[in-house]
């Protein structure tokens, strides 16, 4: 139920576009006891800007906010479990986009508006801001918030720990 919870700030707000991403290393997909979420890194509840998680039917789960609804999706692509995994969830032209070890994982959601300055929230890892029922049971290494889409080749670039794309706003 170890958590890091970032302060707000205004570097932390989203736009038009997000990547959400992170090293993950754990056994189960679902949360502590019943909980079928286990959140990885989130911002807002509400608006929010974005909550990755992995859920219990295997897949990643990414919400984000529109006019005011929640908008969720699921990847189409399981998270291996017991082993070392980069997964990336983003809002590209108003849709989610995912990907798995830096392969296209699915896509979901639509005409996503993301809130901007109105989302005054912390960011947590670890869990999401609906707090420790969704905490995450296993090891996070460099999550990172990007405020635009990366593209497939950008991701593959972190994956390979390639430093020209450490930060760029």
Same mark, same amino acid.
């Given at each position: 139920?170890?958590?890091?919870?970032?302060?707000?700030?205004?570097?932390?707000?989203?736009?038009?576009?997000?990547?959400?991403?992170?090293?993950?290393?754990?056994?189960?997909?679902?949360?502590?006891?019943?909980?079928?979420?286990?959140?990885?890194?989130?911002?807002?509840?509400?608006?929010?800007?974005?909550?990755?998680?992995?859920?219990?039917?295997?897949?990643?789960?990414?919400?984000?906010?529109?006019?005011?609804?929640?908008?969720?999706?699921?990847?189409? /692509?399981?998270?291996?479990?017991? /082993?070392?995994?980069?997964?990336?969830?983003?809002?590209?032209?108003?849709?989610?986009?995912?990907?798995?070890?830096?392969?296209?994982?699915?896509?979901?959601?639509?005409?996503?508006?993301?809130?901007?300055?109105?989302?005054?929230?912390?960011?947590?890892?670890?869990?999401?801001?609906?707090?420790?029922?969704?905490?995450?049971?296993?090891?996070?290494?460099?999550?990172?918030?990007?405020?635009?889409?990366?593209?497939?080749?950008?991701?593959?670039?972190?994956?390979?720990?390639?430093?020209?794309?450490?930060?760029?706003?």
């Amino acid at each position: 139920d170890d958590f890091v919870e970032v302060p707000h700030a205004e570097i932390l707000t989203v736009d038009n576009e997000v990547t959400v991403m992170a090293w993950i290393l754990t056994s189960r997909h679902g949360g502590p006891d019943t909980e079928s979420f286990q959140g990885i890194i989130s911002k807002g509840n509400p608006p929010r800007s974005y909550s990755l998680y992995t859920q219990s039917a295997g897949t990643l789960h990414f919400s984000t906010t529109s006019a005011g609804a929640y908008v969720g999706s699921s990847s189409s /692509e399981q998270v291996p479990l017991n /082993e070392w995994v980069h997964v990336a969830a983003m809002v590209s032209g108003g849709d989610h986009l995912y990907y798995i070890n830096g392969e296209p994982a699915g896509t979901g959601g639509g005409g996503i508006e993301l809130p901007g300055l109105t989302d005054t929230a912390n960011v947590v890892i670890g869990r999401t801001n609906e707090g420790s029922t969704r905490s995450f049971l296993g090891l996070i290494d460099d999550a990172r918030v990007y405020n635009r889409a990366l593209t497939q080749d950008e991701i593959k670039l972190i994956i390979r720990g390639d430093t020209r794309l450490a930060w760029s706003p």
